[in-house]
């Protein structure tokens, strides 16, 4: 097989999908491997790094895209991707297309496969390829809307852990999966006051263990208002796995925040789980709704492309090598990621959500 790996080009993402060791692992495994130059520059890794590895150094984009008929990226493809993508090429990367119908639209026009790593999902029912984001995700969620709570930043002025004599920042996390985990574990560390919703009462114990400063809660209505009104910080982190995210904070509760207060919801890759959710950028981080700080960027992980890079790459490598077999849709977990096959939405979920 011809794996062609391009360069990122959504705004200041610096992730590459593979690094040069897994791409070594595919050439030993006889498959023909092809980077855009530069690909891994943000990540750390050189061109030359890659030659080391037995890889190809493909010029542009147009002379990688042209060269491979599986392609391996971290984002989903944007205008200059789409340009270049054909009908017989095999797409893998992060879709996130339930509340993307117009990319969803463009994909089955050229009719293509596409198969997206966050719905690649084990019979266990879990998500291997969207947990080492989502613990990054989860992890900067806390480090960012600490940083926003500063009032140089638009923020209310609370220092999260507080100390001696001043009362503790509340953290309110909504989910308590792989995100808000790491979200919750990261808030408990620097001593705030920590509230996690889950229905799962197994990740309710789970957050509990974390420390005396976490209650863990089932996500009533009036409970959950409660909570979100004394937030100092509300983390979302709520998934439905290939379908949009549905709105659990309303704007109502948003409004009963304090000024300055701030929302970081990494749920926005699929519509977010707060009512004035909307996607940013890196370029443009945040905004102000009901005024309360919003940061809703749609690539998270890639302000961490190094780290990001490592851990993505180990998590995808196995499941490039099926993807090179001829028979990888007879691989129940990457059967179950296909979401778009030559002109029709196929993953339930999402033909649902659109529908």
């Not at 750390?44 to 984009?61: F, S």
């Not at 797409?91 to 119908?101: D, G, V």
């Not at 890079?309 to 995808?316: E, P």
Request: glycine share 10%; hydrophobic share 45%; with cysteine.
């Amino acid at each position: 097989m011809k794996i062609g790996i391009p360069r990122e080009i959504k705004p200041l993402e610096g992730r590459v999908a593979l690094s040069p060791e897994a791409c070594s692992s595919l050439v030993q495994h006889g498959h023909s491997v092809f980077i855009e130059t530069s690909a891994g520059r943000l990540s750390g890794y050189a061109d030359a790094d890659y030659r080391a590895a037995g890889a190809a150094i493909a010029d542009d984009a147009a002379t990688l895209y042209g060269s491979v008929g599986l392609i391996v990226k971290v984002k989903e493809p944007v205008a200059g991707d789409l340009a270049l993508l054909r009908s017989d090429h095999l797409l893998f990367c992060y879709l996130h297309l339930a509340p993307n119908p117009e990319l969803t639209r463009q994909l089955r026009d050229i009719g293509l496969t596409a198969v997206g790593f966050e719905t690649v999902e084990t019979d266990h029912g879990e998500l291997p390829l969207l947990a080492p984001m989502s613990d990054i995700a989860g992890r900067l969620a806390v480090q960012i809307g600490t940083h926003l709570l500063h009032q140089p930043q638009g923020g209310k002025g609370v220092l999260l852990g507080g100390l001696p004599g001043v009362a503790r920042g509340h953290v309110v996390i909504i989910g308590a999966g792989n995100a808000g985990g790491n979200a919750a574990a990261m808030a408990a560390a620097i001593g705030a006051e920590v509230v996690v919703f889950d229905v799962r009462r197994e990740r309710l114990g789970a957050m509990r263990s974390l420390g005396n400063n976490v209650t863990a809660l089932y996500p009533y209505t009036d409970l959950l208002r409660s909570e979100v009104a004394r937030a100092d910080l509300l983390i979302g982190a709520a998934l439905q796995t290939g379908t949009r995210t549905p709105h659990i904070v309303s704007r109502d509760m948003v409004a009963s925040m304090q000024p300055g207060s701030v929302i970081v919801d990494i749920s926005v890759d699929q519509g977010g789980c707060v009512e004035t959710t909307r996607p940013t950028s890196y370029a443009a981080p945040t905004y102000v709704e009901e005024g309360v700080v919003h940061f809703c960027v749609t690539n998270m992980p890639g302000a961490v492309p190094r780290s990001a890079t490592q851990a993505l790459s180990s998590a995808l490598l196995p499941y490039v090598l099926q993807l090179s077999g001829a028979d990888w849709e007879q691989q129940a977990p990457l059967q179950r990621a296909v979401n778009v096959r030559a002109g029709e939405v196929v993953h339930p979920a999402l033909r649902a959500t659109l529908d």
